[in-house]
């Protein structure tokens, strides 16, 4: 930024934090590329597909009104409330009703969201390292601190007892992410557990509950058969975040919700319930556009942005993982390990020693993301990237994506 | 709410400042019979026909892909902001720049996005009594201190003395919402002038420079030929916010931007174009989903989200306009004088003396908004309506509207 006359401190604070990812993003080699479609783009977790046509067909048929009210404002309309919380009960088996859901324009919204209904100003909130790089600059443009506290070295695991010496007096939230990102690790039901016995404990010996926001938007991107255990299942003052955006391969239509764990005590549980939405429209009227919100018709109860996952179709993956391979060959990349759900995490190989220290975001390689917004500078550990095995046998199209979301489940 | 357990005092105190507007919509007498079609239903700025054939269309025509990233995240995209910054150089007869754009999910969107980028918690901003609802809430949940000044009696002027009284050293935003709600006035260029200069002398005063941010969501919804000032014209240190939900019928779609005045000092104005997108991001990437951004086709260059209104088709507000003279009849409503839009300010005849008083905001009667979210609980003075001659020859319908925006323009 060329001045802060003007701004306000926060406003500062959040440029400032979010300026190694929008540097890289707009002003980098990368950002003058970044389209081109000779290039595989691992970067930000856009699609590297056509969006399904279930999608597509939903929105143009969203799109005609029914009634003069249809574009009118919507805030978290009863349908698709009722029809998330039918959806994430089963798949995590937890009683939600649906005043538990809200939803939100993407994860961001109800990240954003969660932040305002939990911390105050010059609250803390504790999440690992390394991060998904936007926590940071939300806290901040919250007025809020943001705390740090690395995984458990190679495994990444969660530390709980580093966590546990980062809780202090103003800690009001702890942040999991799981899969994480940007490791992929997913944590494990008996890990989780003993997180939310020691906030038990230390909320306990505050005398003021610390709360938790599991952010899942990767929740059902997972391969092999792996499990999943949601923070919510075992720590009752838990919040979830999710976004659509993943598995609909459609970020930009912003998509998501902000759920709360049926299992939280009674006041708390209606507390939350009761002042999400003032919080929402205080925040700009975060929730999804009313096309986004619309079952397919009048009266309808079919709600179709619920697939597994669109991503990753394996005949599709092909050129990336060819590119992927090449980029390697030629030393800007080396996957390191496989890892839970099958991403890997990728660095630039130094050619000559010290060069990677000389590593700067915007020479780390077309479609890779740099160390740096994960705090990560120092190593120059880039940006993860699923990698899968090609098992398809359908042909390589660049046209729309014709399976149904049935045929790309996990296999 | 039951309870205040475990929520931030911000959330509290936004929920506690959105309860009456959301205690009126949610769970009045109103509140049951939102959405019955009998109701001429003047409460919130929703559409009251349907939404114009050519959104429908260019909605439709949207979603349907043309590359992998179509619904790839979106900040503010080039194409719409160069698209609105020429449509507002013309209009508004000021300089702006694609990068004085930023597109926003809708007015409150932008809003909220102003208050972060201009103010720090305790930092204050002084906006007009009766208010635009959602001022003090909005400004409660990022932690600034509302200052309402009340309009001058009858005519809704501003009070410059008022305001210039109540700027004090932590004021750092005046709002000027023009055309006003609920009032409808619309202030002129020497009234704005005024204040731009005696905001001037107040900076001075205080080292400091005091924003103004002027919410123009009304702007294009003019009669009878009346001119507009934007404060941005006068004011150099001034942002607008803008919603296009008013003029495509859609609130529902979050279509809006932040606009900088280009005649701002280089310094603050980069400064603020430089940190927008952080701030918007870290509200929960309150930009506009992608279909809404979009040109009608890849390369298109035509925004057909601009039109001057479609609302208010004399035909279709025909049979609002008698369920209006018949509220007014029974005792309900009360026109008490015409306004510059057309916009005219209803409250409830008591029919014995004490009547008002007692008035609740469930009992105001279907349809009319009850005084107390603006203000005005003691005078129970209602929210207002924008009531047009009807000169329309078109038959009437309740099917889509199948005039062109043209043919909509102001008469």
């Not at 990240?111 to 909130?125: M, N, T």
């Not at 929740?219 to 255990?229: C, E, I, M, Q, S």
């Not at 209606?270 to 009266?299: D, E, H, K, T, Y």
Request: glycine share 10%.
């Amino acid at each position: 930024m060329e001045s802060i006359a003007g701004l306000s401190r926060r406003a500062v604070a959040t440029a400032e934090g979010m300026a190694p990812v929008l540097d890289f993003h707009f002003r980098s080699r990368y950002g003058g590329r970044r389209g081109d479609p000779a290039i595989c783009d691992l970067t930000f977790g856009n699609p590297h597909e056509f969006p399904l046509p279930a999608l597509v067909e939903a929105i143009r048929e969203r799109a005609v009104p029914q009634d003069k009210d249809w574009f009118a404002y919507k805030t978290s309309e009863p349908e698709p409330q009722a029809f998330v919380a039918e959806a994430l009960a089963r798949e995590l088996e937890l009683p939600f009703a649906p005043a538990d859901i809200a939803l939100t324009a993407g994860a961001f919204g109800a990240i954003a969201v969660a932040f305002r209904l939990l911390l105050d100003a010059g609250d803390e909130a504790i999440f690992s390292l390394p991060p998904w790089f936007c926590y940071a600059p939300m806290l901040l443009a919250a007025d809020a601190v943001p705390r740090q506290v690395a995984l458990t070295p190679g495994r990444f695991d969660l530390d709980l007892a580093a966590i546990e010496a980062a809780i202090g007096p103003r800690t009001r939230l702890v942040i999991v992410n799981t899969p994480h990102n940007p490791t992929g690790r997913i944590y494990g039901r008996e890990e989780l557990l003993a997180l939310g016995q020691m906030l038990d404990r230390a909320s306990a010996r505050l005398g003021r509950r610390i709360y938790l926001l599991s952010d899942e938007p990767y929740r059902r991107l997972r391969f092999d058969g792996r499990g999943f255990t949601s923070p919510a299942a075992v720590y009752p003052w838990t919040l979830i975040s999710y976004s659509y955006g993943k598995v609909l391969l459609a970020p930009g239509q912003r998509l998501g919700y902000l759920a709360v764990s049926p299992l939280m005590p009674g006041p708390e549980r209606r507390a939350i319930q009761g002042a999400v939405a003032a919080s929402q429209i205080a925040l700009g009227w975060c929730f999804p556009n009313a096309v986004m919100q619309r079952g397919p018709g009048p009266g309808g109860t079919e709600h179709r942005h619920d697939h597994p996952h669109g991503q990753a179709r394996p005949a599709a993956a092909r050129p990336e993982r060819r590119r992927l391979r090449g980029a390697a060959a030629r030393g800007h990349v080396l996957p390191v390990r496989p890892l839970p759900v099958r991403r890997a995490c990728l660095h630039r190989r130094a050619r000559r020693p010290g060069r990677v220290r000389a590593a700067r975001p915007d020479d780390a390689g077309p479609g890779l993301f740099p160390g740096e917004p994960h705090g990560l500078a120092g190593d120059d550990r880039a940006r993860v990237a699923r990698v899968r095995r090609d098992r398809g046998r359908a042909p390589e199209s660049r046209g729309p994506v014709t399976r149904s979301a049935g045929a790309i489940a996990p296999q």
